[in-house]
C-alpha cells in the first residue's frame, strides 16, 4: 500500500513535465535590455489599439505579415505626436477559407508580434515614414491587464530612466544653475569671479599706497 502511495505522488508531480514535454518547442529570443529599448525608442506611449488592417502579406514566412494598428494615444511617455498613432507591426497570420490572411494577436515563434485590439498597452516604436512608427514583438510592448501588475513597474522603471538621462553634465571648472542653461550660468558665475578678483586686486593697491610714507 505504501509503494503504491508514493508511484501516486510520483505520478502526480512528473505529470506536469511530460505535459510540457509533449509540446512543440517554439521559441522568439529577444535579448535587448529596458535601457537600449527605451534608448532607440523615439515615441513611447499609453494608448489602445483600436484597428489592426494587413498592408502586405507578402512579408516574411506564409504565416507573416506587414500590418498597420491604429493606437488612440492616451499619454506619450516619450516623444511626441498625434492622438491616433499609427503603428506598423510584422504580425502572426492564420489562414480563412478562400486564402484571405488573419491576424494572429500576441506573439509569435519567430517574434511576430499584433496587439489585442481595445486593451490599454504600453508601446515602444521607432520611427519610420510620413508618421508611421515601426513596432514589433521585441520591443518592450506590454499589456496593461487586470490583476497583473508587469506593465504598471515596467512603466515606472521607463519613467525612472527617462528621468535619470535628463540629468545635464556640469562643466570640468566654475558652478553650473543645474538645468539646460547650465552652461550660461557657469559663464555668468565665471564672469562673477573676474569682477571680484578685480575689485580685490583695486583695493590692495589702494591700501598699499595710502601706507606708503610721503
Not at 521559441?27 to 515615441?43: K, M, Y
Not at 506611449?45 to 488592417?53: C, E, K, L, R, S
Not at 505579415?65 to 502572426?92: H, N
Not at 498597452?121 to 490583476?147: D, K, M, S, W
Request: net charge negative; glycine share 10%.
Amino acid at each position: 500500500m505504501a509503494a503504491f502511495r508514493v508511484f501516486l505522488i510520483t505520478l502526480a508531480l512528473t505529470a506536469p513535465v511530460w505535459a510540457l514535454s509533449a509540446v512543440p518547442v517554439q521559441a522568439c529570443s529577444c535579448g535587448a535590455d529596458l535601457e537600449s529599448l527605451v534608448n532607440r525608442s523615439a515615441i513611447i506611449v499609453i494608448g489602445t489599439p483600436t484597428d489592426t488592417a494587413i498592408i502586405d502579406s507578402s512579408v516574411g514566412t506564409g504565416h507573416q505579415a506587414l500590418t498597420e494598428t491604429s493606437v488612440d494615444v492616451q499619454t506619450y511617455v516619450k516623444g511626441s505626436g498625434p492622438d491616433i498613432l499609427v503603428l506598423r507591426f510584422i504580425a502572426m497570420t492564420n489562414q480563412e477559407k478562400g486564402g484571405r490572411p488573419v491576424v494572429v494577436p500576441g506573439l509569435g515563434p519567430t517574434c511576430g508580434y499584433a496587439p489585442d485590439l481595445n486593451v490599454r498597452h504600453l508601446f515602444f516604436a521607432t520611427e519610420e515614414v510620413n508618421g508611421v512608427y515601426r513596432t514589433g514583438g521585441c520591443q518592450g510592448n506590454i499589456a496593461f491587464l487586470p490583476g497583473s501588475t508587469f506593465a504598471d513597474e515596467r512603466l515606472e522603471a521607463v519613467r525612472q530612466l527617462l528621468e535619470e538621462s535628463t540629468i545635464v553634465d556640469l562643466p570640468d571648472t566654475g558652478t553650473g544653475s543645474g538645468n539646460t542653461d547650465g552652461f550660461l550660468g557657469w559663464q555668468v558665475t565665471a564672469a562673477a569671479g573676474v569682477l571680484l578678483a578685480a575689485s580685490a586686486s583695486a583695493v590692495l593697491v589702494a591700501v598699499v599706497r595710502r601706507r606708503r610714507p610721503s
